[in-house]
């Protein structure tokens, strides 16, 4: 038996790397298919080698157990996952803040790590990234501004990739895979045009694909994606997943304050000040969101 690390899935077959780094072809038992059990890139696995292998030579395997997930993302579908890079563009898609807020709330509810990159910083003005600058004023997390044309910011992200396992996550076509190309050269990732029409992507990538960087993290590029329900949410649970919150807890007039237009509400007090307004809106959304489907 040998430890391993699922890669990439798709039609039923599992990549596998071991810790020598040969990669296996594996399929898996019955049990690691259906529902929450179904095994995701990033899971760590014991599998069956079936050959011998030597050189590095891709060989085959059954995969028999997979060992215990320290966190996981609905969607993209990744396990054991330290940190999420949200991938954004200025235009050609333009940045979907709202979006954004949804998958930052699932990487606070699974612990993870979070920055922003705005991509495509080259398509617009420095007076547009100026104005970006002001409206994201108390933004709680780092934003990069980068291009994966004139290679502003790489050297940030590739920074913020060392030493742990991020995963890129964003709409098609924003340039998730040009700027991981970009951040290691020779990565050659297949990347694709955005309709000229409808200024989408094309999603081009079509699997999650787990990736090691040369300076030690490794990075899973994934599919595009523009829509995120919340599944598994409770309402009392949304606030504690804004971090912009954190420093005004407990100074509400109402112990059970939900933030929703309570008088003396310090949240509300602050929007616009300590919490950025596009953040207080999305929190108003996302509770609206959660709280009609508690009542189903
Ligand atoms: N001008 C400009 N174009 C970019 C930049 N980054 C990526 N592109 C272009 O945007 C298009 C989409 O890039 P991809 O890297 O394929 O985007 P993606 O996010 O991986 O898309 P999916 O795999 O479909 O999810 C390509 O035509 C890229 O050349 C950038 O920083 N500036
Ligand atoms: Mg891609
Ligand atoms: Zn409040």
Known sequence: MS?????????????????TGNEYLCRARGNLKRGSEALMVGDNVIFHPLNQVSGGRTDE???????????????????????L???????????????????????????????????????????????????TASFPYPIIYSSAVTKLGIDEIAERLKDCTSVFAGPSGVGKSSLLNAIQPGLSLQT?????????????????????????????DTPGFSRLSFSDLDENELALL??????LRGQCNFRNCRHAGEPGCAIEENVGKKVNSMRYEHYRLFLDEISKQEAY
Do not use: Y
């Not at 050609?92 to 990159?117: H, I, N, T, Y």
């Not at 955005?194 to 993290?217: Q, W």
């Not at 804004?242 to 420093?247: A, K, L, T, V």
């Open 3 to 19: 430890k391993g690390k699922v890669i990439r899935a798709a039609g039923g077959f599992f990549a596998v790397c071991d810790e």
């Open 85 to 135: 890079v949200v991938v954004m563009a200025f235009k050609d898609p333009g940045c979907d803040w709202q979006l954004v807020s949804r998958m930052l709330v699932q990487a606070e509810k699974e612990d993870m790590a979070a920055f922003l990159c705005l991509n495509k910083a080259d398509l617009v003005n420095d007076q547009e990234i100026e104005e970006t600058k002001k409206s």
């Open 192 to 220: 694709g045009d955005v309709s000229e029409k409808i200024k989408r992507g094309r999603h081009t990538t079509r699997l999650a694909e787990l990736i090691p960087m040369n300076n030690g993290g490794k990075v899973v």
């Open 242 to 247: 804004f971090p912009d919150f954190e420093n």
């Open 61 to 83: 395997g059954i995969i028999e157990k997979r060992l215990a997930r320290f966190n996981r993302l609905g969607r993209p579908p990744v396990a054991n996952i330290n940190q």
